[in-house]
């Protein structure tokens, strides 16, 4: 079984690091406002279980979605939910740009699932099962809407990826 659940599936390699970020704010938040009220001579047992019900929620609203993915599925799993669609008979693509930008995919079962496109150019193995999915679903003829999404997200994460590479190897 490989690391992120199903074997043969791909994971957010970074997904691990910003979990413990939420619960190191969480726990955080909870010391800092469990303190103040000690200092402020106001702690009770009842306002300790209010700071460590308001951490909690913090942790909930901070903690990332897991995105992973195997041959012809992505999933993104939330702490309250879990969806799923099949990348190789995609319907639609779609892209919002704003505060938060996101993709929308929806399949030709009607499942749709929202997904963060940062969480793909930093982590080549997710967006080669989503790419290989787009393209089996362009063969098949079912992706009638947002080809030119997937091109232009592609094309921004080869640009990240050879910036990346220049980086590292100290030619840029």
């Known amino acids: 079984m490989g690391r992120s ?3 043969g ?3 957010d390699r970074h ?3 910003s979990v413990r970020l939420a ?16 200092d402020a001579g106001s702690l009770t047992p009842l306002r300790t279980l209010l700071w460590i019900s308001l951490s909690a929620a913090v942790c909930a609203v901070l903690l990332p979605p897991r995105v992973t993915a195997g041959p012809g599925w992505l999933a993104v799993r939330a702490p309250w939910r879990r969806r799923v669609i099949h990348t190789n008979a995609l319907t ?16 030709t079962h009607g499942h749709t699932l929202e997904l963060d496109p940062r969480v793909l150019t ?6 080669h099962e989503l790419d290989t999915g ?3 679903s362009l063969e098949r003829g079912t992706l009638r809407h947002g080809a030119d999404v997937m091109q232009r997200l592609g094309n921004h994460i080869d640009d990240e990826t050879a910036e ?4 590292a190897s100290g030619l840029s």
């Open 5 to 7: 659940g199903r074997a």
């Open 9 to 11: 599936s791909a994971g």
């Open 15 to 17: 997904w691990r690091g």
């Open 23 to 38: 619960a190191g704010c969480a726990l955080i938040f909870c010391a800092m406002s469990v303190l103040v009220d000690w």
């Open 92 to 107: 639609a693509v779609r892209q919002y740009n704003g505060v938060s930008s996101h993709l929308v995919l929806r399949d």
């Open 122 to 127: 930093a982590n080549p193995l997710l967006w």
């Open 134 to 136: 787009v393209r089996r």
């Open 164 to 167: 990346a590479v220049l980086r």
